[in-house]
């Protein structure tokens, strides 16, 4: 199969192991992007905390290297971490987001 209708009732299903598979397929040049995909994902939503700018700017980035061998495109990404979303392409981020200021002083 290469085309799914999005919205049928097996799109879930359809999404969750086309995800896996892809995971699967690269898991041994991309280990740790195949364990968040493997792991983390439901249909095209991932969700994972870290504790780091660092490890999550690595995760996005490591994720992103085998969805675009599969030809998928990882994006929508959000953080509430500003030098995490100052790493993401503006293209690449969740709807319309924009980096607040540090308040006066907490510098």
């Given at each position: 199969?290469?085309?799914?209708?999005?919205?049928?009732?097996?799109?879930?299903g359809?999404?969750?192991?086309?995800?896996?598979?892809?995971?699967?397929?690269?898991?041994?040049?991309?280990?740790?992007?195949?364990?968040?995909?493997?792991?983390?994902?439901?249909?095209?939503?991932?969700?994972?905390?870290?504790?780091?700018?660092?490890?999550?700017?690595?995760?996005?980035?490591?994720?992103?290297?085998p969805?675009?061998?599969?030809?998928?495109?990882?994006?929508?990404?959000?953080?509430?971490?500003?030098?995490?979303?100052?790493?993401?392409?503006i293209?690449?981020?969740?709807?319309?987001?924009?980096?607040?200021?540090?308040?006066?002083?907490?510098?």
């Amino acid at each position: 199969m290469t085309v799914h209708l999005i919205g049928a009732s097996s799109s879930p299903g359809c999404a969750n192991f086309g995800f896996g598979q892809l995971a699967k397929d690269h898991a041994t040049k991309y280990p740790n992007a195949s364990d968040y995909i493997l792991s983390n994902f439901y249909m095209d939503h991932g969700l994972k905390s870290v504790s780091c700018v660092k490890d999550a700017l690595q995760m996005i980035g490591e994720a992103t290297e085998p969805c675009t061998l599969g030809n998928l495109q990882l994006h929508r990404f959000v953080s509430n971490s500003r030098e995490v979303m100052e790493g993401v392409p503006i293209s690449e981020r969740q709807g319309v987001w924009y980096i607040r200021p540090p308040p006066a002083g907490s510098t």
